[in-house]
């Protein structure tokens, strides 16, 4: 079975800080692996995942396999970025079926 | 284009209760899929539907059940409410059976039993 842990409930850091979210995993095969991020009053959707290589918003998140994490950075943090966070991690090859959630980091950017 | 749309907002039931969630998918989506999350955790798989079939379940038992309509709309069937599924349940859609990268999530239920 599958797992995902974020170990950090809260963040806080201060605009223009550098930001780092931990993620870690445990999974026998190669997952796909993404970050989820809930703005104040908005749904769950999409902020990355680890096969397009992709930055977004300024954050980009590095799949270490040997270390089993997927964590997710910004070099200079925006108040805008304050939001809950989720990791999560797909069994299924090429896609985002039967998600596992971590339990989320809180992040606030302080001005 | 419209997005996931789920329906009740809220909704208190008493244990032993039985209850209907609803969800709509996005435009062009045929899969399905619902969520649990208690409070201060991550949402937890609980099934996905795909062409009205359910293909994939997450650790949840029977009583929990789904059913997905030929407009792609779904249900999700929770009997025997027990105090513990005090939860937000969210559907998210997805096109392609869920073999895309993205699923699109509804706004949620928030269900609490008593």
């Known amino acids: 079975a599958q797992r995902v842990t974020q170990p950090e409930k809260l963040l806080s850091v201060f605009k223009g800080a550098p930001v780092e979210l931990k993620c870690n995993y445990s999974?026998?095969?190669?997952?796909?692996l993404f970050w989820y991020v809930q703005y104040s009053r908005q749904r769950l959707q999409l902020l990355l995942r680890?096969?397009s290589r992709e930055s977004i918003k300024g954050f980009t998140a590095d799949l270490n396999k040997g270390e089993t994490s997927f964590h997710l950075k910004k070099p200079f943090a925006q108040e805008e970025d304050s939001a809950m966070y989720y990791c999560?991690?797909?069994?299924?090859?090429?896609?985002?079926?039967?998600?596992?959630f971590g339990s989320g980091t809180q992040l606030t950017v302080l001005p | 284009e419209t997005g996931v749309t789920q329906s009740p907002t809220h909704l208190i039931k008493t244990r032993g209760q039985q209850v209907t969630l609803r969800c709509s998918s996005q435009?062009?989506?045929?899969?399905v899929s619902w969520y649990q999350q208690a409070l201060g955790q991550g949402p937890q798989f609980i099934f996905q539907?795909?062409?009205?079939?359910?293909?994939g379940r997450g650790n949840f038992p029977p009583r929990f059940s789904g059913l997905q309509f030929p407009n792609y709309s779904s249900e999700l069937n929770v009997n025997a409410l027990e105090l513990d599924d005090s939860a937000l349940y969210l559907c998210?859609?997805?096109?392609?059976?869920?073999?895309?990268?993205?699923?699109?999530f509804g706004p949620g239920t928030r269900l609490t039993v008593t």
């Open positions: 680890h096969i």
């Open positions: 539907y795909y062409r009205e079939e359910e293909n």
């Open positions: 999560a991690l797909s069994p299924n090859p090429g896609s985002a079926r039967q998600l596992t």
């Open positions: 435009s062009g989506h045929n899969t």
């Open positions: 998210a859609s997805s096109p392609d059976g869920g073999g895309s990268y993205e699923q699109y």
């Open positions: 999974y026998s095969g190669s997952p796909e």
